[in-house]
């Protein structure tokens, strides 16, 4: 069973930087595509980027293209989120997954989510 545990969510002011990071286990390292969703109150989640399973393969929701970028280290079993001028719309849960195949469009496993607080 795939296990992910999200962590480095908080409040920052609009301009300042996050980082997130989720760790995953039980699963062969690098076997899964990974991603990260959020979900803002009253909206729908959706998918703000993802990474293949080799690293060679991401993609970037329009509204953070240029601000956030996604990494992956699978000797760390772990993928990380950096993001940079966060802005007040960036408020969310945001959620690690992981699944199949190389854009994690519908993910198999998710974690618990870290909350993101942006204030103007």
């Known amino acids: 069973q795939v296990q992910l545990v999200e962590s480095g969510g908080g409040s920052v002011q609009a301009g300042g930087s996050l980082r997130l990071s989720c760790a995953a286990s039980?699963?062969?390292?690098?076997?899964?595509?990974m991603a990260w969703f959020r979900q803002a109150p009253g909206k729908a989640r959706e998918r703000v980027t993802s990474?293949?399973?080799?690293?060679?393969?991401?993609y970037y929701a329009d509204s953070v293209k240029g601000r956030f970028t996604i990494s992956r280290d699978n000797a760390k079993n772990t993928v990380y989120l950096q993001m940079i001028s966060l802005k007040p719309e960036d408020t969310a849960m945001y959620y690690c997954a992981a699944g199949w195949g190389t854009w994690c469009s519908s993910p198999n496993y998710w974690g618990q989510g870290t909350q993101v607080t942006v204030s103007s």
């Open positions: 990474i293949g399973p080799g690293g060679g393969s991401t």
């Open positions: 039980g699963y062969t390292r690098g076997s899964y595509c």
